[in-house]
C-alpha cells in the first residue's frame, strides 16, 4: 500500500475547514498517512486506533515529554507508567467520583443557572462564547477549589498551555507566548499549594496535597503539573461537548423533541455526540519498536497520531457512521463513559480519559437545565457554522434564538 504519495496534507487549510470529508478517503486509501514536515503518521482506521491505544508498551506516551511537560511544569498522569500511575491515577480518580462528583454536580447546576441568567430574556445566546467557556472555567475552578473572581486569568493561561499542547507547529513568538502563560499560571498557583498544605480543604489540591506515593508526599511539582492537567482537560473541551450536541440536536428535530421530552436520552444523545464528533481528534503516542499497519511500516522512535474523528466514522466499527443517531445499537450508552465504551472519544486502555463519568455529569446537568428553559431553538439568522481546530475541534460560535419560556418572561 502506498502511503507516503498522497496529494492530502492534514496540516492543510482544506483539511482544516472541514477533515470530516476527508477521513473516508484516508481510511480507505491512506489508513497510515506520513505527514513529512511534522514527520508523523497519522492513523484513521478503527482497528489501527485501537490497538496502538490499547498496547501501550508498543505505543508509548514519551510524546508528551516534549508536547506537554514543558507547559504543565511537571509530569501529567498520561506519562506515567506502573506503580506510580495507579497510585496517582487513584488518587485523582478519587477527585472526581462518589461524594466529590454530588458535591460538583451542585457547582455544576449553580454555575449554569448564573451564567445563562443575562441572557434568557434576551432570547438569544452564543452557547461556546457567552455560555459554554465561561462556564466550563466556573466549574473546573470550583473542583479544584480554586477562586472564581481569577476566572478570566486563569482562563487565558490555561488557553496558552492548551495551545502549546494542541499545536502541530508553534512559531517562536507563540512558543514564548504559551511558556509565559505556563509560568504565570503556576506562579499563581504556588503559594494556594503551599497554603492548603497547612490548612487542607475538602478540594482537590488539597486531596494532592495529602497524598502520598511510596510514602513520600507529592513535591510542588507533581502536584502543580497535576493541577494544570485537570485544569486543561477539563476547561478544554466542556465548551466543544456542549455545542456540539446542541448543534447535532438542532439539525435533527425529531431527536431534540424526543430529548426534550424525555432527559433520560441525554446519555445517549452525548454519547453520540462524542462518537460523531469528539472534541479531542487526536491522540499522539511514540512507537516504541518497528511496526506494521496493514502493510505499512512505521518505524521505531516514530510519533504515530490516532485519528479519534477518523476511528468513529470507521464503517467497520459503526453501522451507516455518518448518521446522527441516538438510538443506534452499536453505541451502547449505558457503557459509553466508562472502559467498554466502544466510541474512542475517551480513549481506551491504561490511559483512558479518566474524566469522563465526569464530562457526562457535566453535559448532562447543563443540557437538563438549558432545553427546558429553551424553547423553540434555532441557529440566529445570518449565524454561520464554523468549526476550529485540528487536535480539540469544536464550533467557533454557536449563535442560538430562542423563545423565553412563559415563566421567564414573568421574572
Ligand atoms: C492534557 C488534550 C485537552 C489529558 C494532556 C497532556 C493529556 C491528556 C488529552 C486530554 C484532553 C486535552 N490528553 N486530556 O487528550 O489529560
Known amino acids: 500500500m502506498v502511503s507516503r504519495e498522497t496529494d492530502l496534507s492534514i496540516l492543510s487549510e ?7 470529508r476527508y477521513f473516508a478517503r484516508l481510511r480507505e486509501h491512506t489508513p497510515v498517512h506520513y ?25 508509548s506516551t514519551e510524546t508528551l515529554q516534549v508536547r506537554a511537560e514543558p507547559v504543565m511544569r511537571g ?8 506503580a506510580e500511575h495507579t497510585a496517582k491515577r487513584k488518587i485523582v480518580v478519587r477527585g472526581f467520583t462518589g461524594q466529590a462528583l454530588a458535591d460538583q454536580t451542585r457547582a455544576i447546576r449553580a454555575n449554569a443557572a448564573e451564567l445563562i441568567a443575562p441572557f434568557l ?3 438569544r445566546v452564543d452557547l461556546v462564547n457567552d455560555f459554554g467557556k465561561p462556564f466550563a472555567v466556573h466549574v473546573t475552578l470550583d473542583v479544584l477549589g480554586l477562586d472564581r473572581k481569577d476566572w478570566k486569568r486563569i482562563a487565558a493561561w490555561h488557553s496558552g498551555v492548551a495551545e502549546f499542547i494542541t499545536s502541530m507547529a508553534l512559531t517562536p513568538e507563540r512558543r514564548r507566548h504559551c511558556l509565559d502563560c505556563a509560568e504565570q499560571l503556576e506562579a499563581y498557583l504556588a503559594p494556594i499549594i503551599d497554603q492548603r498544605r497547612c490548612r487542607p480543604g475538602e478540594d482537590l489540591i488539597s486531596a494532592l496535597c495529602a497524598a502520598e506515593f511510596d510514602g513520600i508526599a507529592l513535591s510542588n511539582r507533581d502536584v502543580t503539573a497535576l493541577l494544570i492537567n485537570v485544569l486543561v482537560a477539563a476547561a478544554e473541551p466542556a465548551d466543544k461537548t456542549l ?3 446542541f448543534r447535532h440536536l438542532i439539525d435533527h428535530p425529531g431527536q431534540l423533541a424526543r430529548v426534550r421530552r424525555d432527559p433520560a436520552l441525554l446519555p445517549a444523545a452525548i454519547a453520540e455526540t462524542l462518537r460523531y464528533t469528539p472534541p479531542v481528534q487526536l491522540i499522539p503516542r511514540q512507537a516504541e519498536k518497528d511496526a506494521v499497519f496493514t502493510g505499512t511500516a512505521v518505524p521505531a522512535g516514530a510519533t504515530v497520531f490516532c485519528m479519534i474523528g477518523a476511528a468513529n ?8 457512521p455518518d448518521v446522527f ?9 449505558a457503557r459509553s463513559f466508562t472502559a467498554a465504551a466502544q466510541h474512542l472519544a475517551f480513549g481506551t486502555g491504561l490511559h483512558q480519559c479518566i474524566g469522563a463519568a465526569f464530562a457526562r455529569a457535566e453535559i448532562e446537568t447543563v443540557a437538563a437545565m438549558l432545553l427546558p428553559l429553551l424553547d423553540d431553538l434555532r441557529y440566529s439568522p445570518g449565524f454561520r457554522y464554523r468549526e476550529t481546530g485540528l487536535y480539540t475541534r469544536g464550533p467557533a460560535s454557536l449563535s442560538l434564538d430562542f423563545t423565553p419560556t412563559k415563566e421567564i418572561a414573568r421574572r
Not at 14 to 20: E, K, M
Not at 313 to 320: E, I, K, L, T, V
Not at 325 to 333: A, E
Open 313 to 320: 466514522r470507521d464503517p467497520d466499527a459503526f453501522a451507516a
Open 14 to 20: 482544506d483539511f482544516a475547514a472541514d477533515p470530516y
Open 121 to 123: 430574556r434576551r432570547g
Open 75 to 82: 509530569p501529567v498522569l498520561a506519562q506515567m507508567t506502573g
Open 35 to 59: 505527514e513529512a514536515s511534522i514527520d508523523s503518521y497519522f492513523l484513521s482506521r478503527y482497528q489501527d486506533v485501537k490497538r496502538v491505544l490499547s498496547d501501550h508498551e508498543a505505543f
Open 243 to 245: 455545542a456540539l450536541l
Open 325 to 333: 443517531d441516538i438510538d443506534r445499537p452499536d453505541l451502547g450508552s
